[in-house]
């Protein structure tokens, strides 16, 4: 049986849940992963960049990295200019790289649950789009609802 997908949004110290169809980008089009399954983590990389693309200046899959099913990496470059390769794995997310297609072995950083909350740690461009879309998305519900 699977799953209710929804997503948690953390902003200011604030965490909100939104089922798929409520939330603000567009979410996982694929359907809720059924208990047990394997995660092909390339479809959940692309998952990811499709979610936050509209908060970063550049997010792509990278095409020179290897991807497995236990590993994917993504580039990214924030609304500051910044760049960095992520590596996507069960045990969440991390940068593994300040250039795109960069793994420094040497590197230890921390993991993230959720794009949102490493992205949250990296841009304050991010949070802005972010915190905008959240407020238009707001903004829409209210005057639906009067």
Not at 29 to 40: P, T
Not at 115 to 128: A, C, F, I, K, N
Request: proline fraction near 1%.
């Amino acid at each position: 049986m699977a799953e209710l997908c929804c997503l948690r949004y953390t902003y200011w110290g604030m965490e909100i849940d939104c089922q798929p169809e409520e939330s603000i980008v567009s979410a996982f089009d694929e359907d809720c992963v059924e208990l047990g399954d394997v995660k092909d983590m390339r479809l959940e990389a692309e998952a990811v960049v499709n979610d936050v693309l509209f908060a970063v200046a550049e997010m792509h899959v990278s095409q020179s990295l290897s991807s497995a099913s236990d590993v994917a990496y993504i580039n990214v470059e924030t609304r500051e200019g910044n760049r960095y390769c992520l590596e996507l794995t069960e045990a969440g997310l991390r940068v593994v790289g300040y250039a795109f297609d960069q793994v420094d072995e040497d590197l230890s950083t921390q993991y993230h649950e959720t794009v949102y909350s490493l992205l949250d740690t990296l841009s304050p461009g991010y949070r802005e789009a972010f915190g905008n879309a959240l407020l238009q998305r707001l903004e829409r519900l209210k005057q639906n609802g009067q």
